[in-house]
Each structure stands twice: as C-alpha cells, then as structure tokens.
C-alpha cells in the first residue's frame, strides 16, 4: 500500500492523526480536521486506503473481534498487510475499517510491525502486556476513587499510604513535584503538601519536617569507642571543679575551679588565674580514625526541641562528659589573667577532675559564697576588657523549648550572672590557647567575625553603642552583623572585642572544638600537628557538614512554638516593638522568645510594651498571627 501515492479523497495517517488527502501535486493539500487544511510533503503521510473518502468525520473506531484474528494470525506465520487485516477484522476494506485496522496495530495488544507487515505479537508476550494492561487500569480506578476520598477527606492513612508518598516525600525535601497536588489544582511547594498530609490525618500536627526536608541525617553515631590512651594526667581531682549548664544538659563538656583572685583596697582587679577543664575526646579520638570521620561528618551536634542528634556516639559521652563519671578525663587550662584582664595559658595538658553539675539556677543561688563569688569577680573584670574594645552584647530573649512526646513546653531563659560568668570563662580560654596556638606555631581551627557594616540611614539611636541599650537597637544590630568564620589563620572577633579567638571549650558537641584539640594534644605529646593545608580541609569538611545545622534548629524551634500555641488557644503575654513601617511592625514575644509581624491599632515608638495572643496559626507555613489585646 505504501508503494501506491495517496490520490484525492485517499485516508492517510499524518502524525498519528486521520487525514483527507483534498489535492495532489509538489505537496500534498490535507484536511486534518473538518474545515482545517494544510500543505506537506507526501513522505510525510502514510497512505492507509486510496477511497473515495469524502467527509473526514465518518472516520471513527468501529468494534471487532481482534481477539479471533490474532487467534487466527499467530497460527499463520506470513505477514500481512493493513487491507488484509481489516478483512479479516471487519470484513470489509473502507476507510473506516482501515482507519480501525490501524488503531489495532498502533495500539500494540494484539497486532506489531508497519501497514505493508503485520504480524501478531507472541503468546507470552499478549498475555504479559494484557496482564500489564490490566493492573493498570485497576491502579487507575483505585487512584480515581483515591482522589474522591481525598476531596470528602475521607482517606485511610494505611491503605492509602502508596498514592500520598510523593505528596509526603515533597514535604520533606526529597522531590519537587506531587501529582495529587497537582491534580487538586494546588501549588506543588512542601510547605502546601505539608498542609493537606495534615489536613488529611497522615501527618500529624506534631511532625516536624525540617532535618529531613534540609537534608541532614537523624541518626545517632554507633562507633565502637577505642580504649583511653595510656598516658600520664595531671591530678587535680582534689580541686574544686563546677560544670554549670542548662538543667537536663547530656553532654557536660566543661568546668571552671578557681586558684586565685587579687583586688586592690579600691576594687581595682589585679590579676587571677582559674582553670578551665574541658572534656577530652581527643585522648579516644585519634585524626582521621573512624569515629573522627563520623564526626567530621555530623560536624556538631544538632539540638531539636525533640531531642538532641549528638556529633558523638553516647558510649563515647557517657566516658567523656564531666561529672558522668566519679573522675573524668580532661584537658586543662590553666589560665592567668593581669591587670589588664587579658589572659594567658600558664599550662595545658591532660588532667583528672572531680566534677559537680550544677543548673545555672543552682549555682545563681550560690554567687554569694566563694569559689563563685570571685569566679565572678574575675569574669567580670574580662568581661568590662571586652566591652571596653567594643563588643557587641546582642542581648535577646531566649528560650528552651521542649517537646516530649507531641507536649511541648516552653521555659524562657532569665538573665542570670551564673550564665555571664560560664560564657566569660570560656572565651577567656578560647583566646588564651588562640594566643598559645600562634606563640607555638600550631595550625589551628581560629574564630574570626568581622565588623557589622551599618547602612547610614540607620538613627543613631540604633547603632552601637547605645542602640546595645535597646531592645529595638539590638534587634537592628544583630540583622547587620557578620557570620564568624573559621580560618587556619588568626584574625579578630568584633562581636566579641578580641584581639584572637579560637572554640574549643565544646569538642563533644563541635567538630572544630575536638579538631583544635587534636592539634593541641599533638604538640603537648610532641608529635607533629596537621600542617595549614590539612587543617584547612578539615575545617571545610566539617563547616559544609554543619551548615545547615542552626537554620534547621530555629525552623524546628519555631514549628514547635506553633505546635505549642496551637496546643494553648487562649495564651496571652508580652511583646516588645522592635521595628516598624507605618502600622506595620515586629515584635518580639519575650516569654516565647519568638519573632512576629503584627498589624498595629496606631502608631507607637519602638520598644513599646504590647499584650498579644494568637488569631491564628499555621503551622505548615510556619506563621502566627496575634491580636492585640
């Protein structure tokens, strides 16, 4: 058939689609649809019967029995051509039945091969496509009456689960798009197939998405921990050593006991020496060994309101962590400072400690008494160095929030000197041993920040220093401030008015802490450090690891302040103003330590007092809104 050229009023097949052939000549004048005419090539058609076919719209399927002919083919091993299968289907040969004939063999059931040679597909192989077919339409009707009950919101989270997985897997990261979204005519965006999982029961309100939708892994390391290293400790178990971190803190990782205080009659400091203990993964955890890659990879610790992911297996910990045990393994620092308050390592090695724990409420009621009266006395005076080289205190509202078991609970942090006197002691170590880092000539893992850049319409009474008086200045001058780096070499802290910095006081939780240990317990042994371009690499690893970390944080605490204020419909409490454009404004929930936009009533100076509570919360969308009360 294909060697004859179409005629006038021939059927050809034209991309898949019936045609009228209406004139012959250099190119072929087609009619495509009724009153739709175009020009091609005759190389573009295949002739299926040579007419006359008048109307284009008599062309339609018509029934046969296939199943006969294929039965009656399969037994005949010679091909046949499109005219001879439309006899043996329909018993005649018109456009009609041509146009059928060819429906059956593009449909690929029964018939395969081109209009001159038809053959019929092999027995296995009807029966695996008839098979195919079938489930298909099944999987069909199922997903029909799937996205029925969707739309009454009357689905079975179990039976149902396989057609809501790409649903589910979109809000969590792991694909882009969803065809049940698509096919409800929403937006294919996680936080929308969030909103209908919960919508439809599968998620519970609860669920937080937001490690597994920012790709990091929530898994607990399970390394088999190495024995401690036979090496001489420095006893100083009969010194009285105080580890004071948030009440429920797993991962105790330092402590500070006092040597020594001196003032002058006037109250001017002279000088102190503490030490500084800090946890020793490095004496189990050798560079590059399996557990310092696990680590490397985690990068730090990430602390959900759930629970905490530790950068360190719990075996290693529970070994580690001071005042877990009756003893503890440590690195020491001790540290003097002069009259200037600038401290200086006068020894560092490993050492034997006899730790308490203590809250910080615990050890706020004992500030009266010594050690902690002069242990604040001497963070004090560095504390007013620091202040004095222009660190920026961006002193916030915070909170702890918890979630145990769908409950969550909320605690603001007060403002405690026991805090200030922990946080002062250990940056007082990180840029002592940052100093004996660069005296020694040891690479290591330095903490750098650079100044803010403050646009010039900002009011003075926003920039530092005495925007740091003001909820609304501080608020203004955290969003201007730097990210600190980590760097091979050393470089100022702005943010916290030092000269040189390095963290070091938390290798159980950071990667760069224990990887500063390393370097530091290979010069004590007398071994060669890793050299710049090691060190470099190290960091890099672990900072890629870890960047995700504190933005995964503070979603998951927000997710949860709305879980709780959706779990606590009548809650009301103080807002602080801190910016505003008109009636627009954001305000800060002290009491939740949480960030909000809200409409004003009038217009009001930043900083004033506000009483709110929620109109509504979305959880999916990570929004709240509050009503002025």
């Known amino acids: 058939m294909n060697a004859l050229l179409p005629i006038k009023d021939s059927l050809v097949l034209y991309k898949k689609r019936p045609a009228r052939v ?30 006359p076919l008048r109307d284009l719209g008599q062309i339609r399927a018509l029934e046969g029995d296939a199943d006969l002919a294929w039965q009656i083919l399969v037994e005949n091993s010679a091909p046949q051509t499109l005219q001879e299968l439309a006899l043996l289907v329909y018993g005649e040969f018109t456009p009609q039945t041509a146009w059928s004939a060819w429906l059956l063999l593009d449909d690929g059931l029964y018939f395969q091969g081109n209009p001159e040679a038809i053959i019929p597909r092999p027995t296995e192989a009807l029966k695996k496509e008839r098979s195919a077919r079938t489930a298909k339409a099944q999987e069909t009707r199922a997903w029909n009456e799937f996205l029925l009950l969707v739309q009454a919101g ?3 989270s179990e039976r149902h689960a396989r057609f809501l997985r790409e649903t589910e897997d979109l809000a969590l990261g792991r694909r882009e798009d969803s065809r049940l979204l698509r096919e409800l005519g929403r937006s294919e965006r996680p936080e929308i197939a969030h909103a209908l999982l919960i ?25 088999p921990i190495p024995p401690k290293l036979d090496e001489p400790r420095l006893d100083l178990s009969d010194l009285m050593a105080f580890a004071v971190d948030d009440q429920g803190n797993q991962d105790p990782d330092d402590a500070i006991s006092l040597i020594s205080c001196d003032f002058d009659p006037a109250g001017r400091f002279l000088g102190g020496r503490i030490w500084v203990h800090v946890a020793d993964p490095g004496a189990l955890i050798q560079i590059d060994s399996p557990l310092d890659l696990e680590a490397r990879q985690h990068g730090a610790t990430l602390y959900l309101p759930e629970g905490a992911v530790p950068m360190l297996p719990p075996a290693a910990i529970e070994r580690l962590g001071l005042g877990l045990q009756e003893v503890s393994p440590a ?13 200086r390592v006068v020894r560092a090695q490993p050492s034997l400690v006899r730790v308490d724990r203590l809250s910080y409420e615990q050890a706020e009621e004992r500030l009266d008494a010594d050690p902690f009266h ?33 409950i969550v609970e909320i605690r603001p942090l007060p403002h405690l000197e026991s805090r200030d006197m922990v946080r002062e002691a250990m940056l007082m170590a990180g ?12 690479p290591f893992p330095f903490t750098t920040q650079d100044p803010p850049e ?3 319409s900002l009011p003075e009474s926003l920039r530092p220093p005495a925007g740091l008086g003001s909820m609304s200045g501080r608020f203004a001058i955290r969003r201007f401030m730097k990210r600190s780096q980590l760097h091979s070499h050393p470089g100022a802290h702005a943010g916290l008015g030092l000269p040189i910095y390095s963290r ?14 390393q370097q530091l317990r290979c010069f004590l042994r007398g071994e060669k450090p890793l050299d710049e371009q090691a060190l470099q690499h190290r960091i890099a690893v672990s900072e890629q690891a870890s960047l995700r970390i504190p933005q995964v944080e503070s979603l998951s605490r927000r997710h949860w302040t709305l879980v709780y204020l959706s779990q606590n419909p009548n809650w009301k409490g103080e807002a602080i103003l801190v910016e505003k454009k008109g009636l627009r404004g954001q305000v800060i929930l002290t009491e939740l330590a949480y960030e909000a936009a809200i409409h004003l009533r009038s217009d009001l100076p930043l900083d004033s007092l506000l009483t709110l509570s929620p109109r509504a919360v979305d959880i999916p969308a990570l929004e709240a809104h509050f009503s002025q009360i």
Do not use: C, M
């Open 331 to 343: 690195l020491s620092f001790e540290l003097e400072l002069d009259e200037k308050a600038e401290p």
């Open 374 to 406: 002069q242990l604040v006395r001497i963070t004090r005076a560095y504390e007013k160095r620091r202040k004095a080289n222009s660190a920026l205190s961006i002193d916030l509202p915070e909170a702890i929030v918890r979630a145990n078991q769908g």
């Open 22 to 51: 209406l004139n012959t000549g250099e190119r072929l004048e087609i009619e495509i649809e009724p009153n739709s005419q175009i020009r091609v090539r005759a190389k573009d058609v295949i002739l299926l019967h040579p007419g």
């Open 431 to 442: 840029e002592a041993v940052a100093q004996f880092a660069v005296e020694h000539g040891i």
């Open 504 to 517: 070091l006081t938390s290798p159980l939780r950071r990667y760069p802490d224990l990887l500063a240990h």
């Open 454 to 456: 403050l646009p010039p």
């Open 199 to 223: 919508q439809l029961g599968y998620w519970d309100k609860t669920f937080n998405p937001y490690p597994t939708r920012l790709g990091l892994a929530i898994r607990t390391p399970d390394f």
């Open 154 to 156: 009357q689905i079975d």
